[in-house]
């Protein structure tokens, strides 16, 4: 298929759809950039009950929430489906029932309206925030993707071109995060609660290992630091010991985040990238933006880390993610496009 | 009134269009459980075939379920975005009631019969009265037994519906009802989307018809998640 010109014959305006996780989202991108409304309908609160998200709610949910949310997006952006120039929709990876009924609506609204569909890869979507926070940013740089799932760092060579350099070998850094929360008793979801308790602790408190596997790996691991604050915890129970709870989450989040960030610098400063690319939930993660800002500071390179609203899951980055498919002439996955649990980047 | 119809509960989606003759087309998806891959194609098809464009529907039609859970959310949603876009309202027609309708000259109790796994049936049943869909008994998540007890002794009773493709349920309904107990062949006893355009088209000439924001799937269950809760609860009680 050819580009056709856009409807307005100036900006390329995008439709576009998240639902891969317990986040409904819709939100309306102009050219990839600029982001006319964005809105999340947040399941956090029904989850929380279960401590985790269920799939089989967080599928119902999506199912009642997608249309209005739609319609809301339509109506912040002032525009109506006739001005929509293609669709943006996350199909991969998450969680397969949650996808289905973002695919399955912007199948549908792809066909009825004609105009073409993009599937976009949620992670892509992630690193694609940072050209709505960045209006001036281009590949290549390096980025670091954080999130519940992910943990993974990519040498972005073009707006479609990734190679995926490193990746945790067990638990993801929020996974890992959460975990942790969970045994501290802080509640769901645990990565944010963390992040505020340790502001009260000291990071130097207690030493938790800091697992760099190979010298020249770039792949992370995060069970063996988790196990070892779960060892200490029954160390210290076994011993009637006190626990300072604050200690234990900043000398954590220490020792994660400091993994993080010499690796992406590492990485940066192999491939001779001057721009180092924050994304992902765990993104908003205040101890890796500090550090992470510091590093960069010392070694002359720049940091971009999206506002929190863009680093958690939304449809704006898929609207970005999407425009960039679209522009390099993928103008159009057929009408049998399907959704995927899990995919390469 | 021209209605588009969808039909995904099953392991087979279907699509179909009713005219406003009131003739039916249909076409019927060959993938097994593929269907929000084939959804969409198979409208383009049914569409093509009746040589019709999307703009010239003026109501859509889904089986609501019970049924996949899966399956419900992706005919669902697909018929939710399809209305939002042309601007036209949706029946949410109950499957084991359009189902039925197939086997209205059977002369018995028609008995739609899904598999819902841990030992329950979705189950209903109906007769055909002149030109009435009677209920016998409502739509529900049904021990196999309690289907059994309501039936047993009201004469012949054609068995129609996946259930019916499971032995042990099969088994069970042949033991207790006996001579009395029919089923459906193989080729007819799953849902397809003809009915849901027959039944759809009622719903719609009715005015039960309704807007893409308040359509409804019906699971007749809760989640696992929400059940064990429950339960938990109870217990704490
Ligand atoms: N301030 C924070 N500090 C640490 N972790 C955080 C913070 N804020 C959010 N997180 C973590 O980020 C994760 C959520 O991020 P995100 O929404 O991007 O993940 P996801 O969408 O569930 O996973 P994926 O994108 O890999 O499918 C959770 O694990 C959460 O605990
Ligand atoms: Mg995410």
Redesign the interface.
Known sequence: MKLRPPKNGKEYICLAIESSCDETSAAVVVNGRKVLSNIISSQIDIHK??GGV?P??A??HH?NN???V??EALEEAGIG?KDIDFIGVTNRPGLI?AL??G???????A???DVPLIGVHHIRGHICANYIAYPELEPPFTSLIVSGGHSTLADVKGYNEYEIVGQTRDDAAGEAFDKVARVLGLGYPGGPLLDKLAKEGDPEAIHFKRVYLENDSYDFSFSGTKTGVLNYLNGKRQKKEPVNDADVAASFQAAVVEVLVNKSIRLAKERGRDKIVLAGGVAANSCLRKTMEEKCRENGIKLCMPPLILCTDNAAMIGAAAYYEFMEGNCGDG?????YATAAL | MNILAIETTAAFASAAIIDKDEFVHEVISEGNFTHLQNLIPLVDQVLEECDMKLSQIEGIAVSRGPGSFTGIRIGMSTAKALAQALNVKVAEVPTLKAMALNFYNFGGIVCPILDARRNQVYSAAYTFEEDEQVELYPEGAYFLDEVIEKLAGKGPVIFIGDGVSNDAIRNGLEGAIGREAFFAASDKRIQTAEMVAVLGLEIHKAGGAVSYVEAQPEYLRKSEAERNLELKKCGQK
Do not use: C, H, W
Not at chain 1, 335 to 339: E, K
């Open positions: 009950e279960y269920v089989e709610i599928s119902r199912l997608i249309n209005p739609i319609d489906f029932g289905l009924i695919t399955a609506t912007a199948k549908a609204l066909y009825a309206l009408m049998d496009l399907d959704a």
